[in-house]
Structure formats: structure tokens, C-alpha cells
């Protein structure tokens, strides 16, 4: 449902865009939209991808701040 935010990744790659609710959640505690990060469950994955999971719960110590979205 794209809902706890645990699953927020950094993707690199082919996927769709974020939809608004998935947006709504990347831009609540701990998440900031800023981060660029995606929540798994909400992507579709359109060719090779490339996944990086940050520290903590929700993966939310993200350490490079300058990823673009
Ligand atoms: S937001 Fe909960 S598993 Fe993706």
C-alpha cells in the first residue's frame, strides 16, 4: 500500500515515476522527499535497475543528501 516506508530505496535505473501517494510518504518522518529515495513496493521496474538500502528501520540515515529524484 505504500504506506510504513520501510522499504525506501535509492533506485538507479528505468522505473516509473513516483505516484502521488508514494510522494506523500517519502516527504513524511523519517523520510524527506529530498532524499530521492523510492519505496519498493510502489515501483515498476522497466529494464535492469540498481538498489541501494541506507541504514535504520526505514532506511532513512541517508548519508549522500545530493541524490537526484
Ligand atoms: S511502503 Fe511499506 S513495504 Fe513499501
Redo the contacts with the bound molecule.
Sequence with gaps: ????????VKITGNVSPPSTR?KL?LNFPPHKIEYGLR????VQVFDDIEIHKYEGFWGEKVIDRKINY
Design positions: 500500500m505504500g504506506t510504513c516506508g520501510t522499504c525506501a508514494e510518504r519505496l519498493a513496493c510502489q
